[in-house]
Structure formats: structure tokens, C-alpha cells
T-cell receptor
Framework: NAGVTQTPKFQVLKTGQSMTLQCAQD?????MSWYRQDPGMGLRLIHYSVGAGITDQGEVPNGYNVSRSTTEDFPLRLLSAAPSQTSVYFC??????????????FGPGTRLLVL | GQQVMQIPQYQHVQEGEDFTTYCNSSTTLSNIQWYKQRPGGHPVFLIQLVKSGEVKKQKRLTFQFGEAKKNSSLHITATQTTDVGTYFCAGNQAGTALIFGKGTTLSVSS
């Protein structure tokens, strides 16, 4: 198993550009989520999904869109990048959100710089 | 909404000293998890606590879940340089998204 994979590893954008951060998992996990990590702010939840076709907003959803058309993939879209979106982005997955199956498996992260 | 607070934000210790980080939730949790993130890496799962008052040990690490299921702690005995990193707690109520604390960054000097 590859676990959780993320692409790209690094990205530089100009303000106003759009891009999609890719996330895929091969563990047949129902729950997937996106976090951003900024110095001193910990891991903040952007969006999450409890299954294909179902998404919901987290703590900091503004400026980001997601979709979940398959169990394996959960892309994160930045429609018009802003310098405030400079961050490290982590995708994570788990079997579920209950019954003791919440263990999160994290991808290696995408480091994004918006100029 | 649910909030998870973690203290201290930073801790520096001499190798061999003990270390403790504390986690407090604004709501009762169904479970709490602890993760470790090495510098430049991604968070890695350490342990999950589910029962009120639960205590679990992993070698030099001791994890506790409070009786009210609103607080938790991680204690490291006799720290080593390999313990360096940021320790996060995370919790949720059943069926809700997992919320992370801001983490405690541990540095260890030999």
C-alpha cells in the first residue's frame, strides 16, 4: 500500500492563479480531510469528506473548494490564490469518524508559496 | 464550536529530564488521539484513548484521558534527543470531524 499520497510536493503560485492539490489513498478509507499548517497555528481543518459525494466545511474553508467523486481521491482547489494561503497542506484519511476508527493517516504534505 | 487547547506551546528540556504536554477540550470527547510530527515531516499517529480515566504506556511515554473525557496529557520520562518534535492532541465527538490542538514543540539539548 502506498498509503496517502499528495502531489505536488512544492508549488509556487502568483496571486490570482488557480491550482489543484491532489490527494489519493489506497486504504479504502471513508473519511478524508485537508489541513493547513502555519507556524504557531497547529493543524487547521479546511474541508472534510465522510464518503464519496459528501463534503463539508471545516474551520477555515474560505478560498478553497473540494469534491469527492471517488473513495480514493480528494482534491483541494484554490480558485484564486492569495498570499494568505501560503502554507503547508496535509491530506489525511481514516476508516471512519467513529467506533474507534478515527486514526488519521497523513500524506507527506504540499508546501505552497503564493507570491 | 469544539475547541481543543494545548499547553505549553514550546518546551525546552535537557536530555534526561521529563516532559509533559496538556490538552483540554471545550466539549466532552468520544476519544482523544496523540500525534508526533518530526521537523519537516508529517504527523504520525501515536495512540488513541477512548475510556474515561484511561492510562496507556508506550515505553517512556504515558498517556492519560481525564475522567470527564475533556482533558488529556502526554508525559515523557527521561527525554532523549529522538523525542524532538511537535506533539499534537486531537479529538472529536462521535461522527464529527477531528479537531487538532495547536501542538507542543519539544526541543532537547544533550
Amino acid at each position: 500500500n502506498a498509503g496517502v499520497t499528495q502531489t505536488p510536493k512544492f508549488q509556487v503560485l502568483k496571486t490570482g492563479q488557480s491550482m489543484t492539490l491532489q490527494c489519493a489513498q489506497d486504504m479504502n478509507h471513508e473519511y478524508m480531510s485537508w489541513y493547513r499548517q502555519d507556524p504557531g497555528m497547529g493543524l487547521r481543518l479546511i474541508h472534510y469528506s465522510v464518503g464519496a459525494g459528501i463534503t463539508d466545511q471545516g474551520e477555515v474553508p474560505n478560498g478553497y473548494n473540494v469534491s469527492r467523486s471517488t473513495t480514493e481521491d480528494f482534491p483541494l482547489r484554490l480558485l484564486s490564490a492569495a498570499p494568505s494561503q501560503t502554507s503547508v497542506y496535509f491530506c489525511a484519511s481514516s476508516y471512519s469518524l467513529g467506533q474507534g476508527q478515527e486514526t488519521q493517516y497523513f500524506g507527506p504534505g504540499t508546501r505552497l508559496l503564493v507570491l | 464550536g469544539q475547541q481543543v487547547m494545548q499547553i505549553p506551546q514550546y518546551q525546552h528540556v535537557q536530555e534526561g529530564e521529563d516532559f509533559t504536554t496538556y490538552c483540554n477540550s471545550s466539549t466532552t470527547l468520544s476519544n482523544i488521539q496523540w500525534y508526533k510530527q518530526r521537523p519537516g515531516g508529517h504527523p504520525v499517529f501515536l495512540i488513541q484513548l477512548v475510556k474515561s480515566g484511561e492510562v496507556k504506556k508506550q515505553k517512556r511515554l504515558t498517556f492519560q484521558f481525564g475522567e470527564a473525557k475533556k482533558n488529556s496529557s502526554l508525559h515523557i520520562t527521561a527525554t532523549q534527543t529522538t523525542d524532538v518534535g511537535t506533539y499534537f492532541c486531537a479529538g472529536n465527538q462521535a461522527g464529527t470531524a477531528l479537531i487538532f490542538g495547536k501542538g507542543t514543540t519539544l526541543s532537547v539539548s544533550s
